[in-house]
């Protein structure tokens, strides 16, 4: 009998209750592999045969290799293995399992009794988490206390019957029989951040700061907790992206306290890696899941430093990404880090200057050393040096400098100010969407008015052919900030122009052409940007890339450079990185990550065909930004 004080016992029981059955009894009545009855005799110790009933046999010694097959059915004649006779040597197929139905009011009772078990659990969990968190806390050796195996064993227990009863609590919920309302109890309460939050990483944290007594233990909970996830994410699909991203943290545990093997440490990395991708790939607009990237790319690198300042002038930026940051800044913003290698100097330049715009926007005499150095040849050695491999590292630094012109977000360590730039692209974004919604929901040509009567659909946002000219001899002062962003990313920008016929800038090239685009369509922050713009450098890019014989005219001249054909294109490899970035998120090419399926693994690789294919987008996107920089629609002059 379950003990009144105990919890864990009264949840047990309550399951078995609940669940009519108890663990401990084995029933004399089994259903064999083949479908026959067997029971077991304990008198005689011999295997029942149902052609025994109503006869006296004589008991036989019990031999476990002997097995009577039946001949005929003991359910009468009309059972379906009286209609032919049975091969000794072949068994009998099953029938197909008989299956109740759940009513609804059974849910409701499971579901009720279920979540009391849970909270008592949950509870119970809370309240040792808290007290043995605060003991590892403890600086005084005397007052810290070290748990013994048994002791550990029964914490795991307890969180792994905490993770069950969230596991009987989803199947339950999001039963195919259950209505809405009960459908909706896991979202209403919450139930899979509390999973995580008082279910597994709370107690990963007591087990982190026990550490290394405590490794064994913490290696353990680990693979139950992963295998929960991934028995969630296979079954509870309702919550797929939650179960990816907590797939990724227990895979970034694991790589964390493996220190014995550094090829294990590498291939727990590429897994979480690989769960933070999906969920990137799913989310696109997520800053955390970029800050989670950040983590786990190579240590002062330029890959690093761009999901640092992705995951912060993202759509939905995670402004505690600004203090982890900064233990990629402070060692340069201190000057205690430096090299003497070519291509470690090109990217500690950027990570320096980038950090003094991030905290020190104020110190113009090393943000001017640093940056000079960046334009006196150390990038364009930096290029040389690695080759080919510029197209890859070209998409990091695009994005870190365009992170910058967007003010990182914003300012401030608590309540962050979100900067002009950020929210000028935010404020289109939302008109933009409001104006889709309401393309979906009426006609083209007409729109809702309250007298009843239909009048024609002025646009949210005015057209290409409508945006008011931007007059590149007009100078409009910009904040301190910002000319001190626009002119690290445009200038970066001038020197890959220049560096005609190196096809591995394209990239590079390729993205800033999409920001640019996008940004001359909004006039607030263009007036800031436009005197840093390199406009003579582009239109000498532009025509070196214009060849008559490999211009398709009907694609430079649509609304989405696509091309005809049932094919759809492949996209670039920019295409999957740019995804979900402010800046690009109405360009075309983006929307062919969902059309054409591309293995992870071969999102980076660059095909032959691929150059001509990004060469007729930048010429396509230099048609469209002087459509909006340089041409005067209401007066047709340029």
Request: charged letters at 25%.
């Amino acid at each position: 009998m379950a003990s009144k004080n105990n919890p864990i016992e009264q949840t047990t029981s309550a399951r078995y209750r609940r669940s009519g059955s108890n663990p401990d009894h084995t029933r004399d009545r089994r259903r064999s592999p083949v479908g026959l009855h067997i029971r077991r005799n304990s008198s005689t110790e011999r295997i029942y045969s149902p052609s025994d009933d109503g006869k006296d046999v004589a008991a036989k010694p019990y031999n476990a290799g002997q097995l009577t097959l039946e001949q005929k059915s003991p359910r009468g004649p009309d059972s379906w293995d009286t209609r032919r006779d049975i091969d000794d040597d072949e068994p009998q197929m099953l029938l197909q399992p008989e299956t109740r139905p759940i009513s609804h009011t059974q849910l409701v009772v499971e579901v009720k009794g279920i979540y009391h078990g849970l909270v008592m659990v949950e509870q119970k969990c809370i309240e040792v988490d808290e007290k043995q968190l605060a003991a590892a806390l403890e600086r005084d050796p005397a007052k810290r206390t070290d748990l013994k195996d048994e002791q550990w064993q029964a914490l795991i227990a307890l969180h792994n019957t905490l993770l069950h009863e969230h596991h009987d609590f989803f199947l339950v919920s999001q039963h195919p029989s259950a209505s809405p309302p009960l459908s909706t109890l896991t979202s209403k309460y919450t139930m899979p951040a509390r999973m995580w939050r008082h279910g597994i990483h709370a107690f990963l944290e007591v087990l982190r700061h026990r550490l290394p007594a405590s490794l064994d233990h913490m290696l353990a909970f680990i693979y139950i907790a992963y295998s929960m996830m991934g028995l969630l994410y296979e079954t509870v699909t309702a919550f797929e992206d939650t179960w990816i991203e907590c797939l990724g943290d227990l895979a970034r545990y694991r790589m964390v306290i493996e220190d014995g093997s550094t090829a294990d440490r590498e291939i727990w990395g590429a897994v979480a890696r690989s769960w933070y991708n999906k969920a990137a790939d799913r989310r696109p607009s997520i800053g955390r899941l970029y800050h989670d990237l950040a983590i786990l790319a190579r240590p002062v690198s330029l890959s690093q430093l761009a999901y640092y300042t992705r995951s912060l002038s993202s759509v939905e930026p995670f402004d505690s990404a600004r203090g982890s940051v900064m233990t990629l800044f402070q060692p340069f913003l201190d000057g205690k880090a430096f090299s003497y290698h070519p291509v470690k100097a090109l990217e500690m330049a950027y990570i320096k200057v980038h950090g003094i715009l991030f905290d020190r926007p104020q110190d113009e005499e090393t943000f001017r050393d640093t940056i000079t150095s960046i334009h006196n040849g150390l990038l364009d050695a930096y290029i040389d040096r690695i080759t080919s491999n510029f197209k890859e590292q070209g998409l990091y630094l695009a994005t870190a400098n365009i992170a910058a012109v967007f003010g990182y977000g914003g300012s401030g360590r608590g309540k962050v100010h979100r900067s002009e730039v950020w929210q000028a692209f935010m404020t289109a974004k939302k008109s933009r969407d409001r104006l889709t919604a309401r393309d979906k929901s009426q006609p083209a040509d007409q729109a809702f008015s309250l007298d009843g009567d239909s009048q024609p659909a002025s646009p949210i946002l005015p057209s290409v052919e409508t945006t008011t000219c931007l007059d590149p001899t007009v100078d409009t002062p910009a904040p301190s900030f910002l000319s001190k962003a626009s002119e690290l990313a445009f200038f970066s920008l001038s020197i890959t122009l220049r560096r005609h016929g190196d096809k591995n800038v394209f990239p590079f090239v390729h993205c800033m052409f999409v920001f640019l685009e996008n940004i001359a369509n909004i006039e607030s922050p263009m007036e800031y940007f436009q005197q840093d713009i390199p406009w003579s450098d582009i239109c000498s890019f532009l025509n070196t890339l214009a060849k008559p014989e490999d211009m398709t005219t009907a694609v430079l001249n649509s609304v989405d450079f696509s091309k005809s054909g049932d094919q759809p294109e492949r996209p670039l490899p920019e295409d999957f990185f740019m995804r979900g970035q402010l800046f690009a998120l109405d360009y075309p090419g983006i929307a062919l990550c969902e059309s054409v399926m591309v293995d992870e693994e071969e999102r980076m690789l660059e095909l032959a065909s691929m150059n001509a294919s990004r060469v007729e987008r930048m010429l396509w996107l230099g048609i469209r930004l002087a459509k909006v920089c340089l041409y005067d629609y209401g007066t047709g002059v340029c």
